[in-house]
């Protein structure tokens, strides 16, 4: 289906880039749609508020997947920022948020391990799962060699 929209696209002079992004937003939209409404009807949350914890400051990527949860599954929120993943476990186990955002894998290096050892060791559990395109940019002054 991807490769249609793409040939399309290219018809109509849009980027195959712009095409592809755009078709994992719409997709991931619709799976975090999905997740907010099977999770409200299995586990509700009370004024369809929650905290939400995170690691990293404000800016951050895990902070940035924070609020695109949030988003789907709270009309409001109360972000909590961490600076170790074991303090997003232990907010969580200690019922002082409702979620932590966790990253598991990313395509530069892999699984991320440590996460994966607490995984092993709390009585929690994965409920969703959001895909964040991370792009970076290198920029410069002009004439300066790379």
């Known amino acids: 289906m991807l490769n249609r929209l793409i040939a399309e696209g290219k018809k109509q002079g849009l980027d195959s880039f712009y095409i592809t992004r755009l078709f994992q937003t719409i997709n991931q939209d ?13 586990n509700p949350i009370p004024n369809n508020s929650g905290q939400i914890a995170f690691l990293g400051p404000n800016g951050s990527y895990s902070h940035l997947a ?11 929120s109360i972000e909590c920022s961490c600076d170790k993943f074991e303090d997003i476990f232990a907010l969580v186990e200690t019922k002082q948020a409702d979620y932590g955002i966790l990253p598991i894998e990313n395509s530069s290096s892999g699984a991320i391990n440590d996460v994966y050892d607490l995984l092993q060791t709390t009585p929690l559990s994965i409920v969703g799962e959001m895909r ?14 790379l």
């Open 30 to 42: 619709f799976v975090l749609t999905q997740q907010a409404v099977f999770q409200q009807h299995l």
């Open 132 to 145: 964040l395109p991370i792009n970076h940019c290198l920029l410069a002054i002009t004439k300066v060699p």
């Open 66 to 76: 924070a609020r695109q949860y949030s988003a789907h599954h709270f009309i409001q």
